[in-house]
Each structure stands twice: as C-alpha cells, then as structure tokens.
C-alpha cells in the first residue's frame, strides 16, 4: 500500500515538472511582433505589369512645366534603360479604411502617434512654413498622426476612403509585411506608373487637361492661373480613384499623394545603378518618394521625379507582389 501511494506521488511530481517545464518554454519563445502577424496576400485590386524594359529617368523634354527650374530635378539623370521582372502592383493607394484594419488586427502604434506630432499641410494664416505663391503651408502639429490628419481635433471617419497619411516607410513597411506584400522598388513603381509611355506624364508631354488625371495644387495657387483643365476639382486629398488610370489601369501614380518605395535614396543613383531589377542603393538615410501629392506643381508629379522623403500630410504608400 505504502508502494502505492510513493508510485501515485511520483506520478504526480512528473506532471506538475513537466507542465512547469512547458510553461517556462512557452513564455521563452520570442514573442511574435504585432507587424508579423499577417494575411494571406491576394492579387485582388492589383495589376500584373509585365516583365521588360523601359526607360527611366527624364529625358529632356519641352512642355513639362511652365514654370520648371530643371536644375532641381537632376537627380533624375541621365534617363537610361532599365529592365524588370513581372510584377503586380496595387491599383490605388492604401487607404485609410485598409491601414485602419491593419491597427485593429495587430496594435500598430506607427511612427507619428509615438512621437505625438507630424507635419500638417494648413491655411497660410496658420502655417509656420509657406509654400510660395499658394495659400497653403506646413505645420509641425502636435496630435497630428494617420487617424488624426489635421490635427488632434479631425478624424477619419468621414475620409476613409481617402489614402492614409503621416505614415513613415517603417509604418509602410510594416502594413506590408502583414498583407504578406512588399513596398514596390522604384524602378517598378516608375515603370507601372509611366503605364508603357515614355512621356513627361501618362498622358502626353503637356499639361492639357491633367485635371482628369491628377490631384494638384492648382486650386491653391495664388501667382500663377492654370487653365480650367488643369484645375482637378478638389481643395485636398482626394478619394483613391477620383481620375482617370494610367494605360495599365493604375490610379493616382501623379499627384494626391506622394508614395513611399523600398530603396535608399542617393541623388546621383542613376550613374552606375544596374539595368537589370535595380534595388537601389545598399544603405543610406532617406528613401525614395515618387508620384508627387496634392499639394505641389505639376513637376512633381511625372514618374521620373524622385526625392527623400519624410512623413507628412501628403504621403502614403501601395504595394505590390512578386509574380509567380
């Protein structure tokens, strides 16, 4: 009997050591970072672009602006061909509506809320740095973030269909990483967004009636009237889909808002890069921003102006997908 009752203990003993080992190897395991845990990416919305070769960068072209300074855009030389593998690319802009669901499903805190403040794209009577010649200028604003746009007394609720904003490329890169995606290179993101052109925009060479196609800043423009063409209609950021697509069916690549790509940003990148799937530089400070935003000329927003970027009221981001 006492044998019995020694054996029933022992048993006991191994089961309470075993489950305390258990424990203590699921609480070691590293925690799984919110980012990480991801969907189950789909070619839904998006758009397969082909495989071949384009030419990037800018060309010298008459009629690209009326108001050009080309000097200030030589980091898009010399133009050169570059080629590409297959790729899909998102029709539109991530959206508010999209970013949202992302910080339900996983807790992101993105880059503004944690430094409790972004730049604010306001009236000229209130902003601390003016855009010339508009009536429009920046603000550094405290509670100003991608839920908040305009600061801490705005929302999203009314505009959730509008491209999310204020996020930084680790916010966009973090949204991607959960869609089971990828920020788009720039040289992909320059090809699907000249839409098999080779024009200053998709369009053609001139302005004519780009207000069918692009979101810029001609309502604000206060020394220069564009003609009624040019004029898009809308005093900010407009709706993902609001204009006309390119020729392979992607909206808003020129103006509403400027849009974050994987690679380094390096002024004079394009004197030695690859021609064949280029990365972009192996390290640098900034990344590349393309597309131009609501919020600037049209110089801005032909597919071959590049820039660092940094968050702000008029800048987001789309994906896109290797091609199987």
């Known amino acids: 009997m006492l044998k019995r009752k020694y054996f029933v203990i022992a048993i006991i003993l191994v089961i309470v050591i075993s489950g305390g080992v258990l424990v203590w190897q699921y609480q070691q395991k590293p925690k799984e970072k919110p980012e990480e845990i991801s969907v189950k990416a789909t070619t839904e919305n998006m758009v397969l672009i082909p495989a071949g ?11 690209w602006s009326p108001m050009a300074a080309p000097e200030m855009f030589n980091d898009e ?9 297959a790729f899909y690319i998102d029709k539109y802009e991530v959206t508010n509506r999209q970013f949202k669901e992302f910080v339900d499903n996983t807790g992101y805190v993105t880059d ?53 904003v204020h996020v930084t490329w680790n916010d966009a890169n973090a949204y991607a990483k959960w869609a089971g995606k990828r920020l788009p290179t720039e040289a992909e993101w320059e090809k699907a967004a000249r839409g098999g052109t080779n024009t200053n925009w998709f369009w053609g060479d001139n ?59 390096q002024y004079d990148y394009f004197n030695n890069s690859p021609r064949d799937n280029p990365q972009g530089p192996a390290t640098g400070t900034e990344k ?15 597919p071959a102006n590049r820039q660092p970027g940094e968050r702000n009221h008029g800048l987001g981001f789309r994906l896109a997908l290797d091609a199987e």
């Open 77 to 85: 030389l010399p133009a050169h061909e570059v080629y590409v593998d």
């Open 112 to 164: 503004a809320e944690r430094e409790g403040a972004s730049e604010v794209m306001i009236s000229v009577d209130q902003a601390t740095t003016l855009i010339q010649g508009t009536d429009i200028g920046w603000k550094w604003m405290e509670g100003a973030a991608w839920d908040t746009p305009d600061g801490p007394s705005s929302n999203i609720s009314e505009i959730m269909d509008h491209p999310v």
């Open 207 to 265: 302005l004519d009636s780009s207000g069918k196609y692009a979101n810029i800043y001609g309502e604000h423009r206060k020394d220069y009237i564009y003609p009624a063409e040019v004029l898009d209609g809308f005093y900010g950021i407009a709706p993902v889909g609001s204009f006309q697509p390119n020729q392979f069916g992607l909206y808003d690549t020129a103006g509403n808002v400027f849009e974050w790509v994987a690679d380094w940003y």
């Open 288 to 302: 590349v921003i393309k597309g131009g935003t609501w919020h600037l000329c049209e110089c801005y927003i032909r």
């Open 53 to 63: 070769v384009f030419l990037m960068g800018r060309e010298n072209r008459e009629g």
